[in-house]
């Protein structure tokens, strides 16, 4: 362990996004870079954000930089990294958090077209080879990044983005919260039973599953948290009566501990947070049959799903047979306390950086052999 700590640049463009964006955040990359931050500082490393913080630390100026982090993959970013890694010193490693894959963004942030695809795996290539060192959260974000390569000339490892647990304890105000706003709002009767979602409406979310599943089950409330990406898809979703879409909700706490189920019908997640989070909240799951939810498992911690006939029929078990949902929740949870909780998960973390800053110091001392 560096006993006088790492100096580390963490470079995020998550508040440029939400500006010209207009959303309130962008989800797991900005909770999981909040944590990330936070867990270096509580372990006596130094970090700054020039994003937030315009006055530059002394150890920035005189390039005594140990670190220069990353979690998002826009060309500014990456101006930023080269900025910074001139004025560093040569010992400087450049770690990357890899939320960021090709199956991700297309159909979502860019059209799923080849020239696009194309485009952006050659800018992922170039981006993610600058690394030292990356993290990603997934084997399967992990395989994704590595198919874009001939041969990564760097390590990547796997780590769960995680989550602070101790934010998610039981509330009894949460549901009542969360209860009053739907019936406030939209005259949502107290005593429904909600079909919860959590996370951005982009297209490979799975609006249009949802939407079919609301209209199969009209005697629920099918309601999704996050913030909305207008779009025909949710213009048709919204004209169901049991069919809402929030956009942002200050306290997510209170949706989740406000549901009753929670559906996910994402086709593509590198991890998906929300999963976790519910699973923490005790909220039993049904959910895609991802490769990035391996650690749920069909039938005991959550149901998984492929087809829509499998959503109904999974949906429709869990909501009239109560110990069978107890027993999911109880699983699940288990589960996401010993994968995914952010206590753990940051010494991890502090771990890869000390070893990024290794792995640069060897291959300076072989340049000089």
Not at 41 to 53: A, C, L, S
Not at 219 to 235: A, M, R
Not at 272 to 284: D, S
Not at 349 to 354: G, N, R, S
């Amino acid at each position: 362990m560096n006993k006088r700590g790492l100096n580390i640049i963490f470079i995020t463009s998550i508040y440029l996004y939400k500006k010209f964006t207009n959303i309130k955040t962008i989800g797991g990359i900005e909770t999981n870079t909040k944590n990330v931050i936070q867990e270096l500082r509580k372990r006596g490393h130094q970090v700054w954000e020039e994003e937030i913080d315009p006055n530059v630390p002394i150890w920035v100026q005189q390039g005594d930089v140990d670190i220069i982090a990353a979690s998002t993959f826009d060309p500014l970013t990456f101006l930023k990294i080269i900025k910074y890694k001139k004025k560093a010193k040569k010992t400087t490693a450049i770690v990357i958090h890899a939320h960021t894959t090709v199956e991700d963004i297309a159909g979502n942030f860019l059209p799923d077209i080849k020239p696009f695809n194309n485009i952006f795996k050659f800018w992922l290539k170039v981006y993610y080879g600058m690394a030292t060192l990356l993290i990603t959260p997934s084997e399967y974000s992990k395989q994704c990044i590595l198919n874009i390569f001939n041969s990564l000339s760097c390590p990547i490892h796997v780590v769960s983005n995680g989550i602070r647990i101790e934010n998610f304890q039981k509330s009894p105000e949460y549901k009542k919260r969360f209860r009053t706003y739907l019936l406030e709002k939209y005259k949502v009767p107290l005593d429904s039973k909600i079909i919860l979602n959590v996370g951005l409406t982009w297209r490979k979310k799975g609006v249009d599953t949802f939407m079919l599943l609301a209209k199969y089950f009209p005697h629920y409330y099918f309601v999704w948290v996050g913030p909305l990406n207008k779009n025909p898809e949710i213009e048709k979703a919204s004209k169901l009566k049991n069919l809402i879409f929030t956009g942002f909700y200050k306290d997510i706490r209170e949706a989740y501990y406000g549901a009753d189920l929670f559906l996910n019908t994402s086709r593509v997640e590198n991890q998906g947070i929300p999963l976790i989070e519910a699973a923490i909240c005790e909220l039993p799951i049904i959910a895609s049959d991802l490769p990035a939810y391996d650690w749920i498992e069909n039938g005991i911690s959550g149901i998984k799903a492929r087809t829509l006939k499998e959503y109904m029929e999974g949906l429709q078990r869990v909501m009239d047979d109560e110990t069978f949902a107890r027993n999911l929740s109880k699983h699940a949870r288990q589960k996401a306390l010993e994968l995914h909780d952010f206590s753990k998960i940051g010494k991890r973390i502090e771990h890869l950086y000390l070893k990024a800053l290794k792995i640069k110091e060897m291959k300076n001392k072989k340049k000089f052999l």
